[in-house]
């Protein structure tokens, strides 16, 4: 690869977790899911397949795969569940049914322009993230484009950090700092219209803030799975966390909220961010730095209690947290090295 990539995308400009290990000892992983278009789905992968490396297997026009890369296997796809169960379907048939290709054509075309293309990485050491950056300025120097090209561009880019333990306090540390920083980490992504009259990256609801809030709530972990399940029975969270709890407690999981794209793993799906690959004043250690602010008030009990009580207040104010800046107000128990 002879693209020369900027500073963004060096290995010294990505700190680092407070806790880079997890429960059995190995180095904290993440993985990654990009939506982006702009770019013929092939092509997406070649260019994939020469930086990283691998072997490309096509599934079908909208799904291919980048395995044995140097990062490990890739999906790219586009993000249209029933053109993936048709060109499966279609691989299979003995012969062609002409008139459906030609239909299921036409939908393609239309599909293309309202619907991204995604990738999804495989879980990557953190450590090892800034490779993948690398990655994303190839694409934008292809032509990528992102949430800002047009209007009706919802497109994200998610981070599935695996957890570094699976306590319930540990659980419950994280989804403290992420609700008490929410206001500041929109802004600071600048999410934008598109993206905030979706259904998909909803903040958690003030009876549910309310009740992570209150000091005494300690709950043992099927408490912590019925509360949130009761509160949130959807994935449409800016912070998604039923990859998780399925993993803890699938079954309780599936019977409260019936959805095949729930993917049982130890890690947090946030949702949050823009895909801003376009622009080139943009990088992926932008997010991940907003990111570690939650990872770093997580593992810091007496700084997460004193902004859990002040949001506290905040939010039992005469205006009932409607108004105030409490983006502003969160931003002051942040750590300016990751600013």
Request: with cysteine.
């Amino acid at each position: 690869m002879t693209t020369a990539l900027s500073d963004d995308y060096r290995e010294s400009q990505w700190p680092m977790p407070p806790r880079t290990e997890n429960q059995d000892g190995q180095p904290r992983r993440l993985g990654v899911e990009l939506e982006f278009s702009g770019i013929p789905l092939d092509r997406v992968v070649d260019l994939m397949r020469k930086h990283l490396g691998g072997e490309v297997q096509t599934v079908s026009p909208y799904e291919l795969f980048l395995c044995d890369s140097s990062l490990g296997d890739f999906a790219v796809e586009l993000d249209f569940a029933w053109l993936k169960r048709r060109g499966r379907a279609r691989a299979l048939e003995d012969s062609p049914d002409e008139l459906g290709q030609f239909g299921e054509s036409v939908l393609k075309l239309a599909a293309e322009q309202v619907v991204p293309f995604e990738i999804v990485s495989p879980p990557i050491a953190m450590a090892q993230l800034w490779r993948l950056g690398g990655l994303f300025q190839v694409l934008r120097q292809a032509g990528a484009e992102g949430t800002s090209v047009a209007p009706h561009y919802a497109y994200g880019l998610h981070l599935n950090p695996e957890m570094p333990d699976l306590e319930v306090a540990t659980i419950l540390a994280y989804l403290r700092a992420f609700v008490c920083l929410f206001d500041w980490l929109r802004e600071r992504s600048k999410v934008n219209l598109s993206r905030r009259i979706t259904p998909y990256i909803d903040p958690f609801e003030r009876p549910y803030i309310k009740l992570l809030l209150q000091a005494d709530y300690a709950p043992e972990q099927t408490q912590l799975i019925e509360d949130y399940l009761r509160h949130n029975p959807t994935r449409n969270r800016a912070l998604d966390m039923l990859p998780l709890l399925a993993h803890l407690d699938e079954k309780r999981v599936r019977k409260a909220v019936a959805d095949d794209r729930i993917k049982s793993r130890p890690t947090l799906h946030y949702r949050l961010p823009n895909c801003e690959i376009d622009d080139p004043n943009w990088s992926l250690v932008q997010p991940w730095r907003a990111w570690l602010q939650v990872e770093a008030l997580a593992c810091d009990p007496p700084r997460l209690q004193r902004i859990t009580r002040h949001y506290q207040k905040h939010l039992s104010g005469l205006a009932g947290g409607l108004f105030g800046d409490w983006a502003e107000v969160s931003a002051e128990y942040l750590l300016p090295e990751l600013a």
